[in-house]
């Protein structure tokens, strides 16, 4: 049974930073992509980075340069570095894993990923 527990959401102020974690259990593919999603209220869930198992990342273009995806498979443990956070990223943060290395062209959709943590709430104050 596949398992995604995500924690270091908080609150902070405009320009602060944060670091989210997913620890997985039971995820044993050898080829996969994973994404950090998040959906603020009365809008829809957006992905914000993904990283495949060889470590090839994407961003969007509206955390590029701010956010870091990173992964310790050592340690089962999906990242995701925030910085110059803005009150726009206010949401909860959502890791997702398929269990298939995805196409470019189907990496923000989260119609592709098979497991889904609890999500973690992000707040950022001006």
């Known amino acids: 049974q596949v398992q995604l527990v995500e924690s270091g959401g908080g609150s902070v102020q405009a320009g602060g930073s944060l670091r989210l974690s997913c620890a997985s259990s039971?995820?044993?593919?050898?080829?996969?992509?994973m994404c950090w999603f998040r959906q603020a209220p009365g809008k829809a869930r957006e992905g914000v980075a993904t990283?495949?198992?060889?470590?090839?990342?994407t961003y969007a273009n509206s955390v590029k340069g701010r956010f870091a995806i990173s992964q310790d498979n050592g340690k089962n443990t999906l990242y995701l570095q925030l910085n110059s956070l803005k009150p726009e990223d206010t949401a909860t943060y959502y890791c997702?894993?398929?269990?298939?290395?995805?196409?470019?062209?189907?990496?923000?959709?989260?119609?592709?990923?098979?497991?889904w943590g609890q999500g973690t709430q992000v707040t950022v104050s001006s």
């Open positions: 997702a894993a398929a269990s298939v290395r995805l196409a470019w062209w189907a990496r923000w959709s989260s119609a592709h990923y098979n497991y």
């Open positions: 990283i495949d198992r060889d470590g090839t990342t």
């Open positions: 039971g995820f044993t593919y050898h080829s996969y992509s």
